[in-house]
């Protein structure tokens, strides 16, 4: 399937302004958006045209009633000078998941997959050719009817934005146990890439960056007992040799690239552990010497070393990030392969040009 396009394309390009030595993430963004609108079930004729404010009433109900979801992509630039996309299949996928959950009708393959294609060969030169830059991929879906009333709207608006980023965390990054608040519950949305899931952490991540801290490490929601995820990531460990992530579950969401490390330890012969792990256990662990690594993994932070981990009052220091031979080793083959260093034996490369 195809989906027909209609390109309005910008007079005059912004990218001349960009200065790429100082991009923050997030921050900037492309020339164009996707734009398509799905009304009483049915999907009308997409668009691509400059990115800017859309028109929206503050009665709209994603306002209200948070029916908002959103995935993350990159688009990287080879050394030939080639763009490709890691995993889209992937995120459409789960963003369909995610639509499912906030009763919000599917996006169709060919929408996502044509509009997303259409405006990365539009905007390819917005791709950085800088080592570890890449361009940021936000697709968002999120209710439009101008109605009050706790209900599925009946109009939704689905947009691809792009920005060409740098790193999201730009050294190690420090965490703080976090024993009061919690991310998702059991039964609950947090499988779900929606709005709200990020709204909620702000308060507590706010008070812990009040104490020197970078992002949290949300627990279990019944215990606060069990590691789920750490802020923007999921979270990994490497405990005597092996790699220890929590198992997924309703209440954690199943990361893209967490997927990706997994499978790429899986192939180097790297003990893999998809279990329970409590707070308990990794102190004791540090405090035997048998914790030798922890990070976090997801497409904004790819694979980002965690320095310290911080619970009742003591941080627990991890080694130097020189020294991880495990999580330096996964980190360097994902990033060989989204930069085309590296033979993509897993089919997870979309080339666009």
Sequence with gaps: ????????????????????????????????????????????????????????????????????????????????????????????????????????PPIPESIFMEGLLQLIKLDQAWVPAQEGYSLYIRP????TEEALGVRPSSSY????????????????????????????????????????????SLHPTKMAKEKGYDQLIWMDAKEHRFAEESGTMNVMFVIDGKLVTPALSSSKLAGITRDSILKLAGSMNIPVEERNISVEELVAAHKAGHLQDAFGVGTAA??????????????????PVAERAISNRLGDALNDIKYGNAADTFGWILKVN
Aim: with cysteine; hydrophobic share 40%; charged share 20%.
């Design 1 to 104: 399937m195809t989906a027909t396009i209609d390109i309005q394309r910008v007079k005059e390009s912004r990218l001349a302004m960009l200065d790429f030595a100082t991009l923050q993430f997030g921050k900037e963004f492309s020339d164009h958006m996707f734009v398509a609108d799905c009304i009483d079930g049915v999907w009308q004729e997409p668009k691509i045209m400059p990115f800017g404010p859309l028109p929206s009433s503050p009665a709209q109900s994603a306002l209200h009633y948070g029916q908002a979801i959103f995935e993350g992509m990159k688009a990287f630039r080879t050394a030939d000078n080639q763009i490709q996309l890691f995993r889209p299949i992937d995120n459409f996928n789960r963003l369909n998941i995610s639509a499912e959950r906030m009763a919000m």
């Design 157 to 200: 608006r689905f947009v691809i934005l792009t920005s060409p980023a740098g790193k999201y965390y730009a050294d190690p990054v420090k965490v703080l146990v976090e024993t009061e608040y919690t991310r998702a519950s059991e039964g609950g949305m947090g499988y779900a890439k929606a709005a709200g899931n990020y709204g909620g």
């Design 302 to 319: 790819n694979l980002s070393p965690i320095s310290l981990i911080g619970y009742e009052g003591k941080d627990y220091h991890l080694p």
């Design 140 to 143: 968002v879906y999120y209710a």
